[in-house]
């Protein structure tokens, strides 16, 4: 599929899959396009975002520009427990000392409470982006979900992505154009300075570039996460 275009990568996985094909975003550009994209296949898969409860009003605010544009809900998927619980359990937040563990419970355990009804989930992830990207296959198997990965921008371009934006007045999330080319949470996400790499201002200071839903497997360090007085 390496010479497919990312339109034929989704037709594929709707022509196989129907709605046991289900795609999570966070509304950056690459989920905008692919959303975009899905608009003029189907309006009856399954989209949603994982609501950390610490997104940027943006981001939210995105969303709603998407639903409007495109007529595709998207749902909201959060954790069990709230954010106020969360931290009351663990002293504090949990993104100053515990920032894996902090992904794992917002992002992780909601998306896999999530794929477990699904046979297949699309991504937005480009491999420019990370080393830990830089061999996903266009069409592969997810073994931490356990279940079909499709990646149709892999081998996209950030120019292309853009590019596709600008031609279509694909709705996006205007902290893109404040110097914040990948945005997670606000704790977490700073705009970048000239010269940086995309992903540098995500746990900028860390050496943490991924929240850990497109690890391979769980290897990620989890800690109890109580903060100490």
């Not at 994982?50 to 520009?65: A, I, N, P, S």
């Not at 894996?100 to 937005?124: G, M």
Request: overall charge negative; glycine content about 8%.
């Amino acid at each position: 599929m390496e010479d497919w275009s990312p339109q034929d990568v989704l037709r594929w996985g709707w022509d196989t899959y129907g709605p046991k094909l289900t795609m999570a975003t966070a509304f950056g550009a690459e989920g905008c396009v692919i959303i975009s994209m899905l608009s003029e296949i189907t309006k009856d898969i399954y989209l949603f975002n994982l609501e950390t409860g610490y997104q940027f009003k943006e981001t939210l605010e995105t969303r709603e520009r998407l639903i409007e544009r495109y007529g595709i809900p998207i749902h909201l998927v959060g954790s069990e427990q709230s954010v106020e619980d969360m931290e009351r359990e663990h002293g504090g937040p949990l993104y100053l000392d515990h920032p894996d563990l902090c992904c794992h419970k917002r992002k992780v355990i909601p998306l896999s409470r999530v794929l477990k009804d699904y046979e297949a989930w699309i991504s937005a992830i480009r491999r420019d982006q990370t080393v830990q990207r830089a061999n996903s296959p266009i069409v592969g198997w997810d073994p931490k979900y356990k279940i079909a990965k499709l990646n149709p921008l892999a081998n996209w371009t950030r120019k292309e992505v853009w590019d596709y934006i600008l031609d279509k007045d694909v709705p996006y999330n205007p902290m893109h154009d404040a110097g914040y080319p990948s945005i997670g949470c606000w704790p977490c996400t700073r705009a970048i300075d000239r010269g940086e790499d995309d992903r540098s201002g995500r746990w900028a200071g860390r050496p943490k570039d991924e929240c850990g839903i497109h690890a391979v497997n769980n290897d990620i360090i989890i800690t109890s996460g109580t903060r100490s007085s």
